[in-house]
């Protein structure tokens, strides 16, 4: 493969992406929602969701 073609991403990849978006989503309809407990956890699994793929992408970098 030529260095300038970037790779498809992994299926990991795909999947961490996947829940990133759905916490995100989430936790703003539970904030909506004023259910500040499930909003507040969704917002902290969104978190832990980006720096996880944060320190991946360093990694393969």
Same mark, same amino acid.
């Given at each position: 493969?030529?260095?300038?073609?970037?790779?498809?991403?992994?299926?990991?990849?795909?999947?961490?992406? /996947? %829940?990133?978006?759905? #916490?995100?989503? $989430?936790?703003?309809?539970?904030?909506? +929602?004023?259910?500040?407990?499930?909003? /507040? %956890?969704?917002?902290? #699994?969104?978190? $832990?969701?980006?720096?996880?793929?944060? +320190?991946?992408?360093?990694?393969?970098?």
């Amino acid at each position: 493969m030529d260095q300038n073609t970037p790779s498809a991403p992994s299926l990991k990849q795909l999947l961490l992406r /996947g %829940l990133r978006i759905a #916490a995100s989503t $989430v936790a703003l309809v539970e904030l909506l +929602r004023n259910d500040w407990a499930g909003g /507040g %956890l969704a917002t902290l #699994a969104w978190l $832990v969701f980006t720096q996880v793929e944060r +320190r991946q992408s360093k990694q393969t970098s």
